[in-house]
């Protein structure tokens, strides 16, 4: 079945850097989005970037444009989340989630597959 493992998250102070990986099993092919999400406390769950894994298309969404880079290594079946000028309303846990035919692909509910998130949290 479709795995997917986040990690890389911890703690940083504002201006900080930050590398997330999600790590894909399970999945058959390249022709899926995978897509990486945040949740803050008391917040709606939030599509930050999202990546077409067959041509390497990306989005984001305006917050995280121009700080955040999303980027895929396919040897490794990993997407990565390189995140910089980190702000601490940044601070949330970070989810990435894979899916075929998204169609909107930075809104969480058009993912089925799932990992389990990474905290970052940081400080100003």
């Known amino acids: 079945q479709v795995q997917l493992v986040e990690s890389g998250g911890g703690s940083e102070q504002a201006g900080g850097s930050l590398r997330l990986s999600c790590a894909t099993s399970?999945?058959?092919?390249?022709?899926?989005?995978v897509g990486w999400f945040r949740q803050a406390p008391g917040k709606e769950r939030e599509g930050i970037a999202a990546i077409y894994r067959w041509t390497g298309s990306t989005l984001y969404t305006d917050s995280v444009k121009g700080r955040f880079t999303i980027s895929q290594d396919n040897a490794k079946d990993t997407v990565y989340l390189q995140m910089h000028s980190l702000k601490p309303e940044d601070t949330a846990i970070y989810y990435c989630?894979?899916?075929?035919?998204?169609?909107?692909?930075?809104?969480?509910?058009?993912?089925?597959?799932w990992g389990q998130g990474t905290q970052v949290s940081v400080s100003s």
């Open positions: 989630a894979s899916e075929t035919s998204p169609l909107l692909p930075l809104v969480p509910s058009r993912y089925k597959s």
């Open positions: 399970g999945i058959t092919g390249r022709k899926y989005w």
